[in-house]
Nanobody, 118 residues
């Protein structure tokens, strides 16, 4: 059973920073892609950033230049460094892991709340 546990969320003022962590119960090298999604109240869940097993990164246009995804295979952890936070970044942030092949298997964490407010 795959478990993904997020941490690092909280309340921060506009312009501030947070670092989210996603710890996996097993080797993250077994996943083709790991990523961060977010869902704000009344909105659909959207991709924030993802990173492949090989280290290729993709960031949503809305966070480019402010957020950075990274991974530490030795610690089985994926991070999301969030700088210059804006009120519109307020959402529940979810960690996702994908195994792709004949079928795609998606695994999700429970989510961590990020609130950007003065």
């Amino acid at each position: 059973q795959v478990q993904l546990v997020e941490s690092g969320g909280g309340l921060v003022q506009p312009g501030g920073s947070l670092r989210l962590s996603c710890a996996a119960s097993g080797s993250i090298f077994s996943f083709n892609v790991m990523g961060w999604y977010r869902q704000a109240p009344g909105k659909e869940r959207e991709l924030v950033a993802d990173i492949t097993r090989g280290g290729s990164r993709n960031h949503a246009d809305s966070v480019k230049g402010r957020f950075t995804i990274s991974r530490d295979n030795a610690k089985n952890t994926v991070y999301l460094q969030m700088n210059s936070l804006k009120p519109e970044d307020t959402a529940v942030y979810y960690c996702n892991a994908k195994r792709t092949g004949i079928m795609t298997y998606d695994y999700w964490g429970q989510g961590t709340q990020v609130t950007v407010s003065s």
